[in-house]
């Protein structure tokens, strides 16, 4: 069983950084692809970024690539996802998730099915 709490969402203008953070329990995290997505009103959950569970690959949506990084520290089962130049289509819920299936150093997926563990999410809103 893995729990993830999302933080660090909030309001901003365009132009904004932020910073989430997901918060791991459990002793699987370690060893667990993670992933962000988000879900604009109205609209599909959309994969955002992945990383390995040794973060040494990672992988971004064309939306954000060069705006966004994803990062993670194991020592503190931590996930992060560090968004710069924020614009108002980056408005939505961000949601962490953890894929607990044994993989192998490199892999991550951009696809939502891959993820078992979901966390609540949260609130980001870039106003214009």
């Known amino acids: 069983q893995v729990q993830l709490v999302e933080s660090g969402g909030g309001l901003v203008q365009a132009g904004d950084s932020l910073r989430l953070s997901c918060a791991a329990s459990?002793?699987?995290?370690?060893?667990?692809?993670m992933g962000w997505f988000r879900q604009a009103p109205g609209k599909e959950r959309v994969f955002v970024a992945a990383i390995s569970w040794s973060g040494t690959s990672t992988n971004y949506a064309d939306s954000v690539k060069g705006r966004f990084t994803i990062s993670r520290d194991n020592a503190k089962n931590t996930l992060y996802l560090q968004m710069n130049s924020l614009k108002p289509e980056d408005t939505a819920v961000y949601y962490c998730?953890?894929?607990?299936?044994?993989?192998?150093?490199?892999?991550?997926?951009?696809?939502?099915?891959?993820?078992?563990?979901w966390g609540q999410g949260t609130q980001v809103t870039v106003s214009s």
């Open positions: 459990g002793r699987t995290f370690s060893s667990s692809p």
């Open positions: 998730a953890a894929d607990v299936t044994y993989r192998s150093r490199s892999y991550y997926s951009r696809d939502s099915a891959k993820y078992d563990y």
